[in-house]
Structure formats: structure tokens, C-alpha cells
């Protein structure tokens, strides 16, 4: 750690060279810069470096060097474990650069490091093209992708890291880097699940796919109708092509205009069946689950940038996250999955989860580092809720669901979906033989561990 005056000295040469704005502990405006989408996080930074440019980025890197501090690395979105932000360490803050330049005719995109996918959807969508994004608006485009990527598309588009093309980085050493299948190609294989432990993604370059109709149904049932509800939207999946996904899940009932105001702040299930196609081909698909005793119902065209908007969760809310992935969905499990509703805190934000993979996901490159690709189905128990005093509840429910459903598990889990449970987590989320290329790559570009504000792959 560098001395307070060096410090200070390098502090106020950042402010003055950087484009966007430096906070350090007391500046007016440090407490704000340094909150997170998780409001159960409460950490202090260093520095907190908002970059407009990538020279900026460099910059911020170069003098977390010089000061021998860590680097914590903000994207646009969510990070459950507060991982964009850390004790001691210098925050570059890419909220700034969130530009998304659509090439049409090439069909890709390339997309700032701070991005959303709001940006992402709504700048590629008049032109009829998309590609798989997270479920919600407010996830973060770097992190989403660089952590593997899973969404409403991924069945029909194969992951986010399926689609990656091509990634500008600033290295540890604060050297600007392009990695792509030519240029750099062992870098650029960790950048496929190994997240944010190589450097910082200024740009990633994504293939785009065309999209000129999407559709969904959403089907409203109460909660003792789940397991008919999972085993028809099971058989949808099953029988139904690879442009058909959605999920099922149980909520507490927001009040919108499709919940009955009776069932307002009550336990609900919902069905939500997507499609890369018509309406008429939905219906069709959807059928089974329409047939069933329901409490209201949404069916045809909606435009995919809203979509992606249905189950934003609102910042400043307490966290905690988990997810397993599943070697089937038997009858069994349906039965299991159903049960563990009750248990759920509601009134509050949780939903409990469960989606369906395969398809393109499957049928994707196999030389990555996503372990969790060939899992049929996944279940994902997503807390969120205000009062601080249900914390123990909240977090105790989230455990009890893995751990119910363990006699189903791959061992694989999705990073993205998960908080700090620990290093054996980490490499079930990479895989054995990954984790320890990943290490050999992490050796080569980030020797000192620079990057380790994240679900860290140390050097080897």
C-alpha cells in the first residue's frame, strides 16, 4: 500500500485525467457511487473511478498498480455478492460506457462495458435481431456474458458465450488487449465462464440473430395447481421445438393489471411460455397449459426488449441468491420443487424458479468453461425482500431449496446465479480440468491476482 501522500497524489492526478469522476472516502457523492443493486452489501472503496472512455479505464488501472491496490471491476448490472464493489480497493466503474453500435448486415454488435441489457435489446431490436440476453432489463451486459449467459433466447441462440465474438480488454498490467479466436486465443477461451478475473471488458463484439417475431404466454393459476402446472409446461418443453422456453415459477402477486386484486400479495403460480415465432404457433404450443383451471392469462406478440423488462427487481432490496443444475425433471422432483413454495417468504420479491435448458444450449461448443451446458433442466430460489429482519428466513429457505433438490443435481451451477458459497462452488461452476487451464491463463495475464473482487480463479 502505497503512503498517504503518494496516495493522495496519485488520487488527485486521476481526477485530473480521467474524463469521468473519481470519489474517494468523504467526497461528497462517495456513498452513492459505492451502493449496489444488493442493499445486504455495505462495503467501502478506496477509489471509486467512473470511466467515460477506455482510456480512463487504463488510467485506473495503471494507478490501482502504482498504489498496490486491488481492483474491483462495475459493470451495469446486478452482481448479487457485491462483487462490483470491495473493501480497500479501487472501483473502475464502466456505468458510463454503455454506447451499443448494431452492424446490420454483418449481424453483430458491439456493446460498451457498462451496458444494460436494456441498451443492448432496444438498440438491436429495430432492426429485427437479437441475441440471448439475461431476464431481466437491468443485468449487465460484461458480466452476463464474460459469466457464460442463460435467458429467454439461449434455447433457440445457444448462451451468451456462445454468441461472443471478440472482447477489448485492459489487462492487470493496464495494457489494452483484443482477444478473439486469432488474437490471443488462450484469453479469449477463459473470457467463455471465467468472468471478470482477466481484466476489464471495455467492448465485447456479439452475434446477432434475426428475431422479427416473438411471443409469449403468460397463465396465472393458484399455488396448489403447481405440479400440473410443471408436468404440462414439462411436456411443452419436451414436444416442443427449440424456439420454445419460458419457466415456471411461484410469486407473491404483484398488483398489475393481470392478477385478480384478491390474489394481490398472495402466493402464486405462473407459467410463462416464450417463443421465437407466431402467435398462432404459440397457442398451439401452449395449449396444454391453457387447458388448465386458471386465474387469468396474457397470450401473443410482445415486443422482446419488454419482455425482458417482466421480472425486473427493483435496486436497494436485501439478496440472496442460489441455483442448482438438474439431471431431469421427474415426477418426483416436480412433487419435491412444489412443496418447498410453502416455505417461501411472501409477502416479499422471492421467486422460486425452475427453466429448462437443452436445445441450442446442448447442442453448443463444448470446449468451454460452462459446465452446466448439458443440464437438461435448472432451478433457480431468488431472494429478495426488504425488512432486514427476515434475512435468517429468507436465506434459510434459499438453502433448504438446494439442498432438497441435491438428489437431482449435476454438481454444475451458473456462476451469474450465485453469490460467495465458497471455492469448491467456483469450480463446479468452471469444471475440474477448466479451472486449472483457467489458472495457467489467469497466471499469464493476472500473476498478482489483481482481479479478485469476483468468483476468483487464482494463479496457477
Known sequence: MASPSKAGAAVAALRED??????????????????????????????IAQCARPEDVVRAVRCARDLDLPIAVRGGGHSVAGMAVGDGALVVDLRRMHEVSVDPDARTVRVQGGATMSHLDRATHPYGLATTG??????????????????????????????????????????????????????????????SNFGVA??????????????????????TAGPDVVRAFREIIRTGPDEVSGAVLYFTGPPEPFVPPDLVGKLLCGALVTYVGGEEGLRRLAEPLLALPHEGEIVGPVPYPDVQCMLDDPPGMRNYWSAEYLTGLPDAL?????????GMPVPTGTQHIIFPQGGAIAAGPT????????????????????????????????RDVRAAVRPWSTGAVYLNFIGDEGADRVVAGLGTDNARRLGEVKRRYDPDNVFRFNHNIRPA
Open 18 to 47: 480521467l474524463v469521468g469522476d473519481v470519489f474517494a472516502p468523504g467526497d461528497p457523492g462517495y456513498d452513492d457511487a459505492r451502493a449496489v443493486f444488493n442493499a445486504m452489501i455495505d462495503r467501502r472503496p478506496a477509489v
Open 134 to 195: 439475461g431476464r431481466a432489463s437491468t443485468t449487465g451486459v460484461g458480466g452476463f456474458v464474460l459469466g457464460g449467459g442463460t435467458g429467454w433466447l439461449d434455447r433457440a441462440f445457444g448462451l451468451a458465450v456462445d454468441n461472443l465474438l471478440g472482447a477489448d480488454l485492459v489487462t492487470a498490467d493496464g495494457s489494452p488487449v483484443h482477444a478473439d479466436a486469432d488474437e490471443h486465443p488462450d484469453l479469449f477461451w477463459a473470457l467463455h465462464g471465467g468472468s
Open 202 to 223: 471495455t467492448a465485447l463484439t456479439l452475434r446477432l440473430h434475426e428475431l422479427p417475431r416473438f411471443t409469449i404466454a403468460t397463465v396465472l393459476f393458484l399455488p
Open 334 to 342: 416436480v412433487d419435491v420443487f412444489c412443496g418447498l413454495a410453502d
Open 367 to 398: 470446449e468451454y468453461p460452462v459446465p452446466y451446458r448439458n443440464a437438461p433442466w435448472a432451478t433457480h430460489p431468488f431472494g429478495i425482500w426488504e425488512n432486514p429482519g427476515d434475512d435468517e428466513q429468507a436465506m434459510a429457505w434459499v
